[in-house]
């Protein structure tokens, strides 16, 4: 399989100490397959450096010596950009030994970490000096920073925090030539050139490996209230969710949308998950609000956004959270709504993200699209309604084949994105585009821009050892339609 010489792999390992070298089938297993099953990759060798030198060294090497990295850090990825390439040689390299919080500054409210910080031990370590680290994920106990970044990370707190190209102040990378940026400002304001900052985030590990970031802290709130509410239409949703922003303004962190069907396999599926409300609802929200004040200007808050919504004929009914565990009990309900999909059979999965005004129209459009493609296909459609990014998921019919539905991925992929580009919306709102989305990408954007973008890479990476595949290929031709 390998064209890198064992003499080659043995250099590489001794940057790093044969201890921290993976090579055999057991070791490098977990590593070689993406999240979901999608992808599949080969390498002869996994590294775990335990510094930003021993990166650097490494990065020196595998560009003269033209041989391909992958970064890796949690492996949660969902489109198969931190997987390496199938019958290749490349060799991974995870951050999981740089794991460090490099201090918390929560007068200036902000936190420095390692690039393989995992991301709820950022938040724990926001959390014990009274400050708050914003990012939410569903796999936040096994993700990390790096990864966050690379791929613009969103979650669940975007509404009101917005994703990680917002909530990063400064970044420290080593470039494929091994050079070091420092770029760990902790500024605000900084208007000194170009804002190389924002090249790496979003990049997916093909411009440099983040190995360090100072991150945007907040106050922690003093008030917390959420609640379930089910309503008639996603048009009603999307009325109750004007309403509450005028109502709560920044107070409203979080505003989820949910179908019956993902509330009813998340009830069946998930251990613990049940549904609040006694009667069924076509479309559920799940609304947060946060207070910087106290507890009962929360609760208050909540309690005349409901009372509103109920006036106005938009909220069905209600359940209102009354301790901390209900409040985790109803996020972990919307957090495992994905999961949930998995004891159903096959799963086509859509990131995607439309204007907010135009969700109604984007989800009846393409539900009778799917549908006349793929009768008795189960709609899963939810997600962050308030930044308009929606995991439009389609399970399989009961008693499918699930590899032949599987197969019609690149089908439906076709059917949903063509109405998300008619809304003027993104093929992907927060996964990245790694291998899943690379073709499909350079067929829908402009020709400049995908020029721009591989002047971009040319200019990081000539030598093309960076996530070779990932996000933009130099050598790329459009798919025939």
Known sequence: MSSVSPELLDRFAAIVGEKHALRSEADLAPHLIENRGLYHGSSPLLLKPGSVDEVSAILTLATETGTAVVPQTGNTGLVGGQTPREGKSDIIISLERMNKIRDVDPVANVIVADGGAILADVQKAAETHGRLFPLSLGSEGSCRIGGNLSTNAGGTAVLAYGNMRHLCLGLEVVLPSGEIWNGLRRLKKDNTGYDLRDLFIGAEGTLGIITGAVLKLFPQPLGKQVAFAGVNSVEDALSFFNLASSLCGTSLTGFELMPRFGVEITARNIEGVRDPL????????????????????????????????????????????????????????????????????????????????????????????????????????????????????????????????????????????????????????????????????????????????????????????????????????????
Request: aromatic share 6%.
């Open 278 to 481: 006694e009667s069924a609802h076509p479309w559920y929200v799940l609304v947060d609000i946060s207070t910087s004040d106290s507890a009962e200007t929360a609760e208050r808050m909540m309690m005349a956004l409901l009372e509103q919504g109920f006036e106005a004929g938009l909220v069905q009914d209600a359940a209102i959270a009354s301790s901390v565990a209900q409040q985790k009990a109803l996020w972990h309900m919307r957090e495992s709504m994905s999961d949930a999909q998995k004891p159903e059979g096959g799963s086509i999965k859509h990131d995607v993200s439309v204007p907010v005004l135009a969700i109604p129209a984007f989800m009846r459009e393409a539900r009778d699209a799917v549908m006349a493609a793929m009768p008795g296909a189960r709609i899963c459609a939810f997600g962050h309604m308030g930044d308009g990014n929606i995991h439009y998921n389609i399970s399989q019919p009961v008693g499918a084949d699930k590899q032949a539905f599987v197969a019609r991925w690149r089908d439906m992929n076709h059917i949903v994105h063509g109405f998300v580009l008619a809304h003027g919306g993104s093929i992907s709102a927060e996964h990245g585009i790694g291998q899943l989305k690379r073709d499909e990408l350079a067929s829908i954007r402009p020709a400049i821009e995908m020029d721009l973008m591989r002047r971009i890479k040319r200019a990081f990476d000539p030598a093309g050892i960076m996530n070779p595949g990932k996000v933009v290929s130099l050598d790329q031709t459009l798919p025939t339609n």
